[in-house]
Each structure stands twice: as structure tokens, then as C-alpha cells.
């Protein structure tokens, strides 16, 4: 047994350098998730609201997916929890998808009307500032801005529905109000079993 305790302190020793650069790793990986989110707020932002709701609700929701997607790719290149990579994946599925619907209506669509549904979604729109992370993991972090980022994105689909026309679009805020609500009841949940 002792040549068995040798054998673990060397593999130890060896490991550390490759644990700190693991570490290094999940900074690096938290910040491209930090990055990700920030990155669809100021475009989103940025953006001039054309007075047509089905136009506006494309345009934001196209950013606002991007930024989930973009989120989500950091989960599965970086996570530990297979639950969390495995519905990573699946939101890169989902909303790369509707993405494509997203384009295939702005394409072909030219904004007409004067409605005020752009500049009040913009307003739903969580600042990062109040966003509180849990943890100090990857995957907390994964799960603390995805549950204000859906919730964002309820809103703005309930708000849509209200003044939409466009059907494919409408049917695809409905989906958004079916499938994110559970998705945040999951993260939540994940959270509390998995902090503290």
C-alpha cells in the first residue's frame, strides 16, 4: 500500500499544473458566457424598433436567440453537468431553428405600421447589472442567466401576441410561453439542488 500512496502524491503533483489550467479554463469560459450575454444586450439595444411588431419581434427575438445559442455553446464546450450540456444542446437545436424563421421573415417582409410593441419589449430586458449569479461554477452561471433570459423572453413573446399578425411568428411566441417557463422551473430547481 505504501508504493499505492507514492503513486497517487506523484499523480497528484503531475495533475496540478493541469488543474490550475483547468482553471483557467472555466475563467475563460465564464467570461465567453458573460461576453455571450452582454453582447446580445447591446445589440438588442442598439437596435431602432421600425414601428411593424412582426418585424420588431423577428429582429429582437433573431438577437435575443443568438444570445442563448451563444450561451448555450459555452455550456457544452465547458460544463460539468450532462442535464445542463444536455439542454444546452437542445436549445441550440430549438432556436437555431426558429432563427431561420426568424430570416426567412425579415427577408421577405418590409416593415409597415406604427406600433410602439419595439420600444416597449426593449424595456422588458433584464439588465445585466440586476442579473444575480449562484455560484461560482460554469454551470451556475449557465443556469443564473438563462432563467432572466427566458423570462425576458416570455415577456416579449406575451406582449407580441398581443398586437402580432403574422402567424408563423405568433405561433412561435406561443412556444416560446409554452417551453421556457419549464425550462426556467428546471434551472431554478437545478440551482437550489445544486448550491450550497
Do not use: C
Amino acid at each position: 500500500t505504501a508504493s499505492t500512496s507514492a503513486d497517487t502524491s506523484n499523480h497528484t503533483a503531475h495533475t496540478g499544473a493541469d488543474s490550475s489550467q483547468a482553471g483557467n479554463q472555466g475563467q475563460n469560459h465564464m467570461k465567453a458566457m458573460h461576453d455571450a450575454m452582454n453582447s446580445m444586450m447591446q445589440q438588442m439595444q442598439s437596435m431602432k424598433p421600425t414601428g411593424d411588431p412582426d418585424h420588431d419581434f423577428a429582429m429582437m427575438m433573431k438577437h435575443h436567440h443568438q444570445g442563448a445559442i451563444d450561451m448555450a455553446r459555452v455550456q457544452v464546450e465547458g460544463g460539468a453537468d450532462t442535464a445542463l450540456k444536455a439542454g444546452a444542446q437542445h436549445t441550440i437545436n430549438e432556436q437555431q431553428s426558429e432563427i431561420a424563421a426568424f430570416d426567412r421573415f425579415l427577408q421577405s417582409n418590409q416593415p409597415t405600421g406604427n406600433s410602439d410593441y419595439g420600444q416597449r419589449a426593449m424595456k422588458m430586458m433584464t439588465p445585466m447589472s440586476s442579473i444575480k449569479m449562484e455560484g461560482s461554477s460554469l454551470d451556475a452561471m449557465f443556469a443564473s442567466m438563462m432563467i432572466p433570459h427566458h423570462d425576458d423572453a416570455v415577456k416579449m413573446a406575451e406582449e407580441y401576441l398581443k398586437v402580432g399578425k403574422n402567424e408563423e411568428l405568433k405561433r412561435i411566441a406561443r412556444s416560446i410561453m409554452q417551453t421556457q417557463p419549464r425550462e426556467i422551473k428546471a434551472f431554478q430547481q437545478w440551482l437550489s439542488t445544486n448550491q450550497g
